[in-house]
């Protein structure tokens, strides 16, 4: 028995069934850290890609130095570091939120790079084109280049959503019970590894494939705006 449920191993297929609700459960945490890392690394992404933009080299220096830190050390590392560090600091966070954060600044590396590709495709003349309606450089970004910039990357972003989703087993070592943790201990338990690392691949297909097609479908219904100004 474990976390309330019982199992039968002596039948494969009942063993099957008697561990499928606590492993939904563990996938119902996978899919709340993946979700929640997305929208840190979506968040912090944009506002390290804005910093990267800027005219002057005192931000985007230290912007671009940040982002090459992210991108060039494990997320084993960063997890780490925010888990045993922040509390010698007074900043204590439960397991779930610190590996959630970490998977959210880990991939903000990657998502920003995603945002200055779709920045710079927009055409210049529609930052000049702003500027001479007297619209303030943040005005411009938010309103006028981001609208438009979005539509173009949603397939990217999706993918880091993916790749996110398929990093939250890392999260295990701070004893996170997402979806592959607890197939781990059932199968300690009963020493029967293969139906549940088995069923987890599974249901890691199932969700990879059904965020591919959300992706999908939100690229086909974005419009790609843009005015012909260059």
């Not at 191993?9 to 996938?27: D, R």
């Not at 204590?92 to 790079?113: D, H, N, R």
């Not at 702003?130 to 539509?151: H, K, N």
């Not at 086909?220 to 100004?229: A, Q």
Request: no cysteine; hydrophobic share 55%; proline share 6%.
């Amino acid at each position: 028995m474990l976390f309330g449920f019982h199992w039968n191993t002596a039948n494969n297929w009942l063993f099957a069934q008697s561990i499928l609700p606590i492993l939904l459960k563990g996938m119902l945490i996978t899919i709340e850290a993946s979700l929640l890392g997305f929208v840190v690394a979506a968040i912090l992404g944009l506002m390290l890609a804005a910093l990267k933009s800027s005219r002057l080299r005192i931000v985007a220096w230290p912007a671009r130095l940040l982002t090459e830190f992210l991108r060039d050390t494990p997320l084993l590392v960063q997890l780490f570091f925010l888990y045993y560090v922040l509390p010698d600091y007074g900043i204590v966070l439960p397991a779930f939120m610190t590996g959630a954060l970490a998977l959210g600044v880990q991939y903000s590396a990657y998502t920003s790079e995603v945002y200055r590709a779709g920045i710079e495709s927009i055409p210049r003349g529609q930052t000049e084109a702003a500027r001479a309606l007297d619209l303030s450089g943040l005005r411009t970004f938010s309103v006028i280049i981001v609208p438009q910039a979005i539509p173009r990357i949603i397939p990217a972003l999706g993918n880091y959503l993916v790749s996110i989703m398929k990093d939250v087993p890392v999260l295990s070592v701070v004893s996170v019970l997402e979806m592959l943790n607890v197939a781990k201990i059932i199968g300690d338990r009963t020493f029967n590894y293969l139906i549940p690392l088995s069923m987890v691949g599974g249901l890691y297909m199932i969700l990879t494939l059904l965020a591919s097609a959300v992706v999908r479908s939100l690229d086909k219904r974005l419009p790609k705006r843009g005015l012909p100004l260059r």
